[in-house]
């Protein structure tokens, strides 16, 4: 049985891929990461909604 000194892959760069399998680390294209500043309807929905509660909650609580 033949084992090799090195059991890291050093072109990895990252301790945590090094650690990897070969066939594990192959895995798909990733994905590309979405423009730095795009506001969507669902983050404007969000906002408000997380507004509108906040302001109702404390109507609530100071009257």
Known sequence: MRRSLVLSDE????PF???LPPHVRAGSVPVPARPALSITRED????????????????????
């Not at 072109?11 to 990252?14: D, I, K, L, S, V």
């Not at 408000?48 to 404390?58: I, K």
């Open 11 to 14: 072109t990895a760069g990252h």
């Open 17 to 19: 891929l090094a650690s």
């Open 44 to 63: 404007i929905r969000g906002f408000l909604t997380a507004y509108v509660g906040c302001f109702v909650a404390a109507l609530i609580f100071f009257s």
